[in-house]
């Protein structure tokens, strides 16, 4: 169903910080990654490699303080996930 918690983690990219983020099916396409009480993204998964081995994220900001490495560790997880068969 459309709009439910699929995921909530924890993730540690190694550099010092940290995120717990929940992650919804978005109904308009993507998946919306939130990070509670800090910032919402969107999320698009493009598999342009030929093999279909090595997913493309796009990622958007939709509220809260645009970060880079916020938006990076977004896109590790989502590549993570992705390449782990868990989003598609």
């Known amino acids: ?19 717990d983020f929940c992650i919804f099916e978005d109904p308009y396409g993507g998946w919306l990654v939130v990070w509670p009480n800090q910032c919402t993204y969107r999320a698009h998964i493009y598999w342009k490699d030929p093999d279909g081995e090595i997913p493309e994220i796009e990622v958007k900001c939709l509220h809260g303080n645009q970060n880079n490495y916020t938006k990076m560790a977004i896109c590790d997880t989502i590549k993570d996930m992705a390449m782990d068969g868990v989003l598609i």
Do not use: F, I
């Open 1 to 19: 169903m459309k709009g439910t918690v699929h995921y909530v983690l924890n993730y540690q990219p190694g550099d010092g910080t940290r995120y």
